[in-house]
């Protein structure tokens, strides 16, 4: 087991209705958050910044996402107007971002299935196109959340 600690910036990124805030809630309790994942080789520590999903603060993301080791984009599956944004913070980030960027495309509310707009398979393949680790996830039941920090938590 290392004892080294790994510190990474890591940008949340997508709609204000997506759920952002409450994956990393549901983790941690807390616009600046800190996830410490104890991984086989190091102890990595992730500072989560929490943009706001405001279009009008879109011209700020920049500001945030500079310098990320990790970006996680979230949508709400049960919202079509979610997922284009997401896509197209997925544009701007290939577009702007650090080439060895660490992206995570994040289908967010899976517990309203019912509801559902965004298909997983259409998301999994854009994700796949794109070279994204895909998930979805519940900020509501804390499925997938955890599996999810632990994913971007592995490139350290």
Known sequence: MGSDVIQAKLVLLGDMGAGKTSIVESTIGAAFFSQVLSMDEATVKLDIWDTAGQERYHSLAPMYYRGAAAAVVVYDISSTDSYVRARKWVDELQRQ???????????????LEEKR???TQEAMEYADRNGLFFIETSSKTSQNVTELFYELGKPY
């Open 97 to 111: 971002g650090n080439p060895h960027l660490v992206m995570a495309l994040v289908g967010n509310k899976v517990d």
């Open 117 to 119: 707009k965004v298909g």
